[in-house]
């Protein structure tokens, strides 16, 4: 239950549009609804502004499904994700939650309505897209619209200088990147918006699947970019959706 819904809820009692009764039968599944393998917290939008999202790895379908119809089940919640999932896990989790929608691992229901903010997400190569289409997913799914500038890695640099228009006029940049993770400095020093980082595991052995990309962008030169955790494009959307409140 996100604030708007809990104010209408409050006002339809004071209406008598729903009665006491029927108030109390809603506000009960707050703070959390207890599954016994999960406590899905429905709380969670009013604390934070962003609902909880389903992370798969770790549960089984069923689980997956019955997560999914809880949050689903709260009147005036969303977006509802679920994040990571395999094959198994999203057939059944669509199969028994009708009209989802599917972007490779992320799975989306009642997305948010669209919002404003000219968001870019930059990779440095085409490996990097599966973080970045994750990255895509949730922002859509909280409303934005995204646009994706694919394959601007610093071995070739022009092919981000010819985004510089972009660039300017962006909101947020979310810059994917893997190798040695060089491309967010060199964002972070063309672009005076917030810039979101997100190291992926794309590379070769000292890489070390990630890490060295994560540490050069902690590293950075370029002031102020906000780093996530490897190959999370997730966390790097709710960054951005935290930005743009």
């Given amino acids: 239950m996100d604030e708007p819904t809990l104010r209408q809820l409050l006002d339809d009692v004071r209406t008598g549009a729903v009665g006491p009764d029927e108030a109390v039968h809603r506000l009960r599944r707050l703070p959390f609804a207890d599954l016994g393998f999960a406590r899905v917290d429905h709380h969670r939008p009013l604390?934070?502004?962003?609902?909880?999202?389903?992370?798969a790895p770790g549960k089984t379908p069923e689980q997956c499904v019955a997560i999914v119809a809880e949050l689903l089940a709260e009147p005036g919640s969303g977006?509802?994700?679920?994040?990571?999932?395999?094959?198994?896990?999203?057939?059944?989790?669509?199969?028994?939650?009708?009209?989802g929608t599917r972007v490779d691992r992320t799975l989306t229901w009642r997305p948010s309505p669209e919002r404003p903010g000219h968001i870019v997400v930059i990779t440095a190569g085409t490996a990097d897209l599966p973080v970045a289409d994750e990255c895509q997913a949730t922002l859509v799914a909280y409303g934005f619209r995204p646009h994706l500038v694919a394959d601007?890695?610093?071995?070739g640099v022009?092919?981000?200088?010819?985004?510089?228009?972009?660039?300017?006029?962006?909101?947020?940049?979310?810059?994917?990147?893997?190798?040695?993770?060089a491309l967010p400095s060199v964002v972070g020093g063309v672009s005076a918006c917030p810039v979101v980082a997100?190291?992926?595991?794309?590379?070769?052995?000292?890489?070390?699947?990630?890490?060295?990309?994560?540490?050069?962008?902690?590293?950075?030169?370029?002031?102020?970019?906000?780093?996530?955790?490897?190959?999370?494009?997730?966390?790097?959307?709710?960054?951005?959706?935290?930005?743009?409140?």
């Fill in 47 to 55: 604390r934070q502004g962003l609902p909880e999202a389903v992370y």
């Fill in 158 to 181: 022009h092919r981000l200088l010819a985004t510089l228009d972009d660039l300017a006029d962006a909101d947020v940049v979310v810059v994917v990147a893997g190798m040695e993770g």
């Fill in 152 to 155: 601007c890695g610093v071995a």
């Fill in 198 to 245: 997100v190291p992926t595991s794309a590379g070769y052995g000292a890489s070390f699947e990630g890490v060295t990309a994560l540490l050069g962008m902690l590293s950075s030169c370029a002031s102020g970019i906000t780093v996530v955790g490897i190959d999370n494009g997730f966390g790097a959307a709710c960054a951005v959706a935290r930005l743009m409140r």
């Fill in 79 to 99: 977006p509802v994700l679920l994040t990571r999932s395999d094959d198994h896990q999203a057939a059944a989790a669509l199969e028994r939650n009708p009209g």
